[in-house]
């Protein structure tokens, strides 16, 4: 390989503690997030305290592929399409079509205009930056880092399976379907 890759996987995020419990849900993203890794020589780094900025910088790394644990369903042939996208880019992100209405709300709280659908990206996992891209002191989430001003960012199509889980109720939602699932398999 020839730069020096890291993989981290972030759980940081209200929702972390609940996932960990699901752990079959927290091995799936691991389990990929592994496979990706040591098909491509790399090490896993696991961030659960909510500072990943601060690890990015100690990490001894020149790209960083940065998993959002809260999308267990990300495989690791995605990650590698992504960091195969980054070529000449600075980032690259795996993103996915709107397919809901997507509406504007007014300062009143009244829904006003349909915003158009293909003007638009959902931001999925992973995101791959190179470690010289990434704006240190800039506004970080809670599973992204900022690029550096005028820096290119690349996307690539995501899975439909990289859905991000929210809040607990989704948690059990996926949770039930993987199991509906696991049994059409047996």
């Not at 940081?12 to 997030?33: K, N, V, Y």
């Not at 909510?50 to 790209?63: F, M, S, T």
């Not at 002191?137 to 550096?148: A, D, N, Y």
């Amino acid at each position: 390989m020839p730069h020096k890759l890291s993989v981290i996987l972030n759980v940081d995020s209200d929702l972390a503690d609940q996932l960990l419990e699901g752990i079959s849900l927290f091995d799936r993203s691991l389990s990929e997030a592994t496979q990706f890794a040591t098909n491509n020589g790399a090490d896993v780094v696991i961030v659960k305290d909510g500072k990943l900025e601060e690890h990015l910088q100690k990490i001894d790394a020149e790209i960083f592929v940065i998993h959002d644990a809260l999308r267990p369903l990300v495989t690791a042939a995605q990650m590698q399409r992504t960091l195969e996208a980054l070529g000449n880019c600075h980032a690259a992100r795996a993103t996915m079509a709107f397919t809901e209405t997507i509406k504007s709300v007014g300062k009143d709280g009244r829904l006003e205009a349909t915003i158009d659908r293909d003007s638009v990206r959902r931001i999925s996992s992973p995101e791959v930056i190179r470690k010289a891209a990434i704006n240190f002191g800039g506004k970080v989430s809670t599973w992204s880092v900022p690029l550096i001003n005028g820096y290119e960012s690349c996307e690539v199509e995501s899975d439909a399976q990289g859905i991000r889980i929210n809040n607990l109720a989704e948690l059990k939602v996926l949770e039930a379907l993987l199991q509906v699932a696991d049994l059409a398999h047996k």
